[in-house]
């Protein structure tokens, strides 16, 4: 017999392109939680971990910061490294596509930030 809730979260679905580069998509039906695993380097070689300081670098920047980013969750599923979580209440103040440009631009960003920082400090 299934859980009590169990028809009100849908399947888990998992976006990757490497092992280190994925998203992971949780719905219910008020709600949606994406969460991303941004490209890092192998932490077994010293030079790509200066990827992984600088991802743990902003995520912790931007959990400091939730409040600011109304759908951003300070704490990120385990084993991703940013998480959010859109709500019923999000999708009646903004736009979808807002917010979907808005998730998609962040990770964007993410990922240029780390790239320019790796490339400044290897300079």
């Known amino acids: 017999m299934a859980e009590k ?3 009100l ?7 990757s392109r490497t ?7 949780e719905g219910s039906v008020n709600s949606v939680r ?21 991802s743990h670098m902003y995520q ?32 009646s103040m ?3 596509e807002e917010l979907i440009n808005f998730v998609l631009q962040f990770i964007q960003g993410i990922e240029k930030e780390v790239m320019d920082l790796k490339l400044a400090i290897n300079s």
């Not at 979260?9 to 998992?14: G, Q």
């Open 9 to 15: 979260v849908m399947k888990p679905i998992t976006i």
């Open 34 to 54: 994406i969460s991303f695993l941004v490209k890092k380097g192998d932490p077994n070689r010293p030079e790509e971990s200066v990827e992984i300081l600088l």
């Open 94 to 96: 903004y736009k979808k």
């Open 60 to 91: 912790r920047f931007f959990a400091l910061r939730a409040d600011r980013f109304k759908i951003y969750r300070k704490k990120p599923v385990e084993g991703f490294d940013f998480s959010f979580l859109i709500t019923e209440t999000h999708l």
């Open 5 to 7: 809730g169990s028809k």
């Open 19 to 25: 092992e280190h580069e994925a998203c992971l998509i």
